[in-house]
């Protein structure tokens, strides 16, 4: 795979049973540049994604993703982070804690993992220490955004990122 491109998938399939839901898929995402899937419901968006995540793997084809080829494995480069069918959040943990959760889950100290960073970047800061079971979806939104943007990563995969959100979103 040349430098240029993030992710390059050839000829990708992936069927649930007797359903169809990814055939021959080709892809270039060019790094440092965003890009979208638009198509109907059930045109295989989110089943991509998914893939893209190590969240499940391809029947056939070949996808290299930041110049790893992705095997038969639920495994994706550590610098890839993102979210599908909306972020997992622990409701009875605040924005700032459920943060602090997902940085020792990775290995890092919750102190020094930037939190507060990101907080500001999706614009959560004023809601920080709020329970999340309280969060309106453009919150959990930002919060899943954050999340992401928690590990720094070099891709960015997200399902319907701007969902619920509002103009400032």
Same mark, same amino acid.
């Not at 399939?13 to 055939?23: N, P, Q, S, Y």
């Not at 993102?82 to 459920?98: E, H, K």
């Given at each position: !795979?040349?430098?240029?491109?993030?992710? &390059?998938? &050839?000829?990708?399939? $992936?069927?649930? *049973?007797?359903?169809?839901?990814?055939?021959?898929?080709?892809?270039?995402?060019?790094?440092?540049q965003?890009?979208?899937?638009?198509?109907p +419901?059930?045109?295989? $968006?989110?089943?991509?994604?998914?893939?893209?995540?190590?969240?499940?793997?391809?029947?056939? =084809?070949?996808?290299?993703?930041?110049?790893? #080829?992705?095997? &038969?494995?639920?495994?994706?480069?550590?610098?890839?982070?993102?979210?599908?069918d909306?972020?997992?959040?622990? #409701?009875?943990?605040?924005? &700032?804690q +459920?943060?602090?959760?997902?940085?020792?889950?990775? =290995?890092?100290?919750?102190?020094?993992?930037?939190?507060?960073?990101?907080?500001?970047?999706?614009?959560?800061t004023?809601?920080a220490?709020?329970?999340t079971? =309280?969060?309106?979806? =453009? !919150?959990?939104q930002?919060?899943?955004?954050?999340?992401?943007?928690?590990? $720094?990563?070099r891709?960015?995969?997200?399902d319907? #990122?701007? +969902? *619920?959100?509002d #103009?400032a979103?």
């Amino acid at each position: !795979m040349d430098a240029l491109h993030a992710v &390059r998938a &050839r000829g990708i399939t $992936k069927c649930f *049973g007797e359903v169809v839901a990814l055939d021959g898929v080709d892809l270039d995402v060019t790094r440092g540049q965003i890009h979208g899937l638009v198509g109907p +419901n059930g045109a295989g $968006k989110t089943t991509l994604l998914g893939l893209l995540l190590g969240l499940s793997v391809a029947d056939g =084809g070949s996808l290299e993703i930041l110049g790893t #080829p992705v095997g &038969r494995a639920f495994a994706v480069p550590g610098s890839v982070a993102g979210f599908v069918d909306g972020p997992g959040l622990y #409701p009875s943990l605040t924005a &700032r804690q +459920n943060l602090a959760a997902l940085a020792e889950l990775r =290995g890092r100290d919750a102190r020094t993992a930037g939190i507060d960073d990101v907080l500001d970047e999706v614009g959560l800061t004023d809601v920080a220490d709020d329970r999340t079971r =309280g969060f309106s979806l =453009g !919150m959990r939104q930002r919060l899943g955004l954050a999340a992401a943007l928690l590990v $720094k990563p070099r891709l960015l995969v997200l399902d319907e #990122p701007s +969902n *619920g959100l509002d #103009p400032a979103g």
